[in-house]
Structure formats: C-alpha cells, structure tokens
C-alpha cells in the first residue's frame, strides 16, 4: 500500500528558502498526481502546487508562484517543493497527497469534489518576518 511520509518542514527567515520533500514507499508513486497542499493555522487547506503523472505537467497558485518549484525524481520516490523568497503567509502545515486525476490544476484546485487517495501526515513551515 502506497504511503507518503513528507520532511523538510521547519522555521526560516521572510525571503530565505527550504525544500520539503514527499518521500513514497512504493514506485507505484509514478502513476499518481502529486500535490503540495498548505493549510495556514485556522484556515482550510489549499493546493498550492501539484505536478500530473503522465506528463509531469505542473500547477502553481498565484500566491506561490515564481516562488515556489515542484520537482518529481522517479528514481527516489520523491517530489520536492522547493520555497524560496518565503513570506509569513507561507506558514502553516504542508501535506502533500495523491490522486489519480491527471490534470495538475485539476488536483490543486478541484480536490475535494474529486477526492483525494492518500496523504502523507504533513511538515509545518514557520516564517518568521
């Protein structure tokens, strides 16, 4: 059974940079869409990034974008999020979740009508202005 553990959370200083990683524990990741998602405190999660299984075609949010770079490395079962020119805002805990649903944007922005097959536990960021 597919499981997605993510790592790479911690605190940094507005305008430095961290790489989270989503690491999974079977190559089946490969058929899978894969989205960063970010739920600030008290608020609901949003998908911030997610990168499609065929083709690797990739979505950003206007607040994340030119930012923030979604990479899939098949050989070691990870896709990174790689966060730089951090803001405050970026605080909050970051999940990264599968599905089969094979446009990018369609998973970060349609997600809970389609519906999600796994996520992983989450790494909290802390952006310290």
């Known amino acids: 059974q597919l499981h997605l553990a993510e790592s790479g959370g911690g605190e940094a200083q507005a305008g430095g940079s961290l790489r989270l990683s989503c690491l999974a524990n079977?190559?089946?990741?490969?058929?899978?869409?894969i989205g960063w998602f970010h739920q600030p405190p008290g608020k609901e999660r949003e998908g911030v990034s997610c990168?499609?299984?065929?083709?690797?075609?990739?979505y950003y949010s206007d607040s994340v974008k030119g930012r923030f770079t979604i990479i899939r490395d098949k050989d070691k079962r990870t896709v990174y999020l790689q966060m730089n020119s951090l803001k405050s805002e970026d605080t909050g805990v970051y999940y990264c979740?599968?599905?089969?649903?094979?446009?990018?944007?369609?998973?970060?922005?349609?997600?809970?009508?389609?519906?999600?097959?796994?996520w992983g536990e989450g790494t909290l960021v802390t952006v310290s202005s």
């Open positions: 990168i499609s299984s065929a083709d690797e075609n990739t």
């Open positions: 079977e190559y089946t990741l490969d058929y899978y869409t």
């Open positions: 979740g599968a599905a089969r649903i094979g446009v990018a944007e369609a998973m970060c922005l349609r997600w809970r009508a389609y519906g999600m097959d796994l």
